[in-house]
């Protein structure tokens, strides 16, 4: 049974928080190839604007917890109030995650079936 298009959003969420605890100060390094991995199977059998979707909220998941640190200096160093740096924040990530949501939307268009020349050539690429 395929996913809704609401649950496969919160798949992309969870497999772009997946792809975060990749990076410091977790560094657990397999989920950097597992997440993407996650989020193909997402992606497969979905048009461009549904891949644009995944994709943008693969991004949030990924770069919220990522970023989460700058707004320390926005509120210490730079004088900010909290909500206002937690908000720049937010749209910082929001601006980051347009990279993978252009990708997910360009495989989606261009590579529309699923396969190996899609998994390792299209996407990486």
């Known amino acids: 049974m395929p996913l809704t298009f609401r649950r496969a959003l919160l ?24 997440a ?7 992606l497969a059998g979905r048009g461009a604007r549904q891949g644009l979707w995944l994709g943008l909220s693969f991004g949030l998941g990924m770069n919220l917890p990522g970023l989460e640190w700058i707004h320390v200096s926005m509120t210490q ?9 937690m908000l720049l924040v937010a ?23 699923p396969g190996a020349a899609r998994t390792l050539l299209a996407f990486p690429a």
């Open 11 to 34: 798949g992309a969420f969870l497999c772009g928080v997946l792809a975060a605890g990749a990076f410091a100060p977790w560094d657990l390094w397999p989920l950097a190839w597992l």
């Open 91 to 113: 749209l910082l990530a929001a601006y980051l995650a347009l990279y993978p949501a252009l990708a997910c939307a360009l495989l989606n268009r261009f590579f529309p079936l």
């Open 36 to 42: 993407p991995l996650g989020l193909l199977q997402l």
């Open 77 to 85: 160093f730079g004088g900010l109030p909290l909500p206002v740096a």
